[in-house]
């Protein structure tokens, strides 16, 4: 599904709820510069973390697609941005928040600025998102660094995917055969805690964006 982008006027909130702070207008004219991200999912030891470029207007809800893909989500929960602006989601599947469709990550958040996104209430894998610095201009998303696999979905948080790796690492632990089934593996070594390939992700972002979310340049 292709979300429609659109800039927030000048001197108005996004949204009529009152915890939705006024945000600046976004540039209307000229190359708008990149951003490069360091987006690390809170809790987990040793870090899972990605740095991605990305074009500093891409909406929030744009930027929710690229996380999803760099992290190995399958976007089958709901999810919210915070930011000191407000709190931004999908409207109508949450109360309270904003419509990220209508934000540029670039008016919530400057150069060496953080904001969270977290998916799924369920399992609350949290995520810093940090602006570490601005760049030339990018056509599109990328992911240019990062350390280890996302986890499984469904795998109950930070804690539980500690626990699911604790259980397949022992082949005598109760639990380990029903984990295998559970995660669809054949054996535990298909689970690959410290796989990560940058080009991999890279790739995927660009599909997705022929497929339809866009991860360029807001329109």
Not at 1 to 18: E, H, I, N, Y
Not at 40 to 49: A, C, E, H, R
Not at 160 to 172: E, K, Q
Not at 174 to 199: I, R, S
């Given at each position: 599904?292709?979300?429609?982008?659109?800039?927030?006027?000048?001197?108005?909130?996004?949204?009529?709820?009152?915890e939705?702070?006024?945000?600046?207008s976004a540039?209307?004219?000229?190359?708008?510069?990149?951003?490069?991200?360091?987006v690390?999912?809170?809790?987990?030891?040793?870090?899972?973390?990605r740095?991605?470029?990305?074009?500093?207007?891409?909406?929030?809800?744009?930027?929710?697609?690229?996380?999803?893909?760099?992290?190995?989500?399958?976007d089958?929960?709901?999810?919210?941005?915070?930011?000191?602006q407000?709190?931004?989601?999908q409207?109508?599947?949450?109360?309270?928040?904003?419509?990220?469709?209508?934000?540029?990550?670039?008016?919530?958040?400057a150069?060496?600025?953080?904001?969270?996104y977290t998916?799924d209430?369920?399992?609350d894998?949290?995520?810093?998102?940090?602006?570490?610095?601005?760049?030339d201009p990018?056509?599109?998303?990328?992911?240019?660094?990062?350390?280890?696999?996302?986890?499984?979905?469904?795998?109950?948080g930070?804690w539980?995917?500690?626990?699911?790796?604790?259980?397949?690492?022992?082949?005598?632990h109760?639990?380990?055969?029903?984990?295998?089934?559970?995660?669809?593996?054949?054996?535990?070594?298909?689970?690959?805690?410290?796989?990560?390939?940058?080009?991999?992700?890279?790739q995927?972002?660009?599909?997705?964006?022929?497929?339809?979310?866009?991860?360029?340049?807001?329109?």
């Open positions: 599904m292709l979300f429609r982008s659109g800039k927030a006027a000048a001197g108005t909130p996004v949204d009529s709820r009152p939705i702070n006024v945000l600046p540039p209307d004219q000229g190359p708008a510069p990149g951003y490069q991200l360091k690390t999912l809170k809790g987990s030891k040793p870090p899972i973390w740095r991605l470029q990305v074009p500093s207007d891409l909406s929030l809800a744009e930027l929710h697609h690229v996380i999803q893909v760099s992290f190995g989500w399958d089958s929960h709901l999810h919210a941005f915070e930011t000191r407000g709190r931004f989601g409207p109508g599947f949450l109360d309270g928040v904003g419509d990220e469709r209508r934000v540029a990550l670039s008016q919530v958040a150069p060496k600025g953080k904001i969270s998916y209430f369920g399992d894998w949290e995520h810093d998102v940090l602006v570490e610095r601005s760049t990018v056509p599109a998303a990328a992911c240019i660094g990062g350390r280890r696999a996302g986890p499984p979905e469904d795998c109950g930070i539980g995917y500690a626990f699911l790796l604790d259980v397949l690492a022992d082949p005598d109760p639990d380990h055969d029903d984990q295998l089934e559970c995660l669809g593996l054949d054996d535990a070594d298909d689970l690959d805690a410290d796989a990560f390939d940058p080009e991999v992700i890279t995927r972002l660009a599909e997705l964006r022929r497929a339809g979310p866009a991860t360029g340049r807001r329109r």
